[in-house]
């Protein structure tokens, strides 16, 4: 997510935040795409402690390696920042924390880890963001590379049974449902959410729809959605229809039906919000404040809805009938580090 726009770059950036839906919505390339490998051969190499994940749980590109890492248990390798759910147009901001300062990298907002890497950068300051500790510089904002390399790469850093996210037999299946769900799903309902005009909108909208369409039908056989454990693909996937009902359905206008609206593709949901490593890391407090509240040119008001209810989110689900191993041959992560725990206001109700 982008400081004048959510994910990693909406266009150019002008307009900061009362710009949207003022200009056609386009999805730019990271600007840094430096990779952090197990051979260190772009000069970042990984290691335990060395860099620090920043992330914003209101944002479905940023959650996804917040998932990632819980999955693969490198809490203690790859320490967590995470900001304010509101940034204003000097970026993503450390308010959360004493002294509104990052802990570790003592450092009030983002861009300062993307200045100290590249003086007078001129684009956006988006979440995820990798920043090398040592140096306070940003390494890398590539999103779509980031969770998999923590899962191809950090191996040596991996928890005893964690998961393969990315299996190589499998990967080629992989990319292509990822490619399908990113173009349509993931980045369609910003395309229908950020339209300028009619035509503009009602094409996304139709992508977004035929796009899960064709997932739930998938899924209505398989418990994930290639092979049977948990993948990337169902990290890409969950991270937007966690945040379907609450700010897509509603604010980005993506409304023909709700996500509890289709049987298959809410029970998947809760499947994956139910297993340690996912719901864990959701916000939805976050999640609404930062899209209602930040995003003026959509939503003038700044009002956030009270609903929806989210006490659904933990009924049963019955998606284990379809068999499946979430973590194939390894073990479920170790519970939420406390500091880590998301607030009461982000989470439904327990019973």
């Known amino acids: 997510m982008n400081h004048s726009g959510d994910g990693d770059g909406d266009g150019d950036g002008d307009g900061g935040n009362s710009g949207y839906g003022r200009k ?28 620090r994940l920043v992330v914003s749980r209101a944002c479905p590109w940023a959650s996804r390696a917040l998932v990632s890492r819980r999955l693969l248990g490198l809490e203690d ?23 509104d300062r990052d802990p570790v990298l003592g450092i009030r907002f983002l861009s300062e880890a993307y200045d100290a890497r590249e003086s007078g950068y001129p684009g956006g300051v988006s979440v995820p963001a990798l920043v090398d500790v040592p140096s306070g510089q940003l390494v890398t904002n590539d999103f779509q590379q980031i969770t998999l390399d923590l899962a191809t790469e950090w191996t040596a850093l991996h928890r005893p049974g964690a998961p393969d996210l990315y299996p190589e037999r499998l990967r080629d299946e992989i990319d292509e449902v990822m490619e399908g769900i990113y173009r349509d799903v993931n980045n369609g309902v910003y395309r229908a959410g ?17 796009r899960l369409e064709l997932v739930s039908g998938r899924l209505a056989e398989q418990r994930y959605l290639v092979g049977d454990t948990l993948t990337e693909a169902d990290i ?19 409304n023909r039906s709700k996500l509890t609206e289709d049987p298959v593709l809410w029970a998947y949901t809760r499947d994956l919000y139910q297993t340690p490593g996912f719901g864990d890391t959701v916000d939805f407090d976050h999640i609404k404040r930062h899209y209602y509240t930040v995003h003026t040119g959509i939503n003038p008001t700044g009002i956030v809805p009270l609903g929806p209810d989210l006490a659904g989110w933990l009924t049963p689900h019955h998606r284990e009938e379809l068999g499946g191993r979430p973590f194939g041959d390894g073990t479920p992560p170790d519970p939420v580090l406390p500091a880590e725990q998301v607030p009461a206001a982000g989470r439904p109700p327990q019973d």
Do not use: M, N
Request: glycine share 8%.
């Open 194 to 210: 950020f339209a300028s005009g009619q035509s503009e909108y009602e094409d996304a909208y139709r992508d977004v729809f035929r």
């Open 77 to 99: 390798a790859l320490s967590l920042g995470i900001t304010d759910p509101v940034q204003d147009d000097r970026s993503w901001r450390f308010t959360l924390d004493p002294g």
């Open 236 to 254: 890409r996937l969950f991270t937007t229809l966690v945040r379907f009902d609450a700010v897509y359905h509603g604010h980005f206008k993506c």
């Open 24 to 51: 056609p919505f386009k999805r730019s390339r990271s600007h840094f795409a430096d990779r952090v490998t197990a051979d260190g051969r772009d000069g970042w190499p990984a290691e335990a402690g060395r860099y």
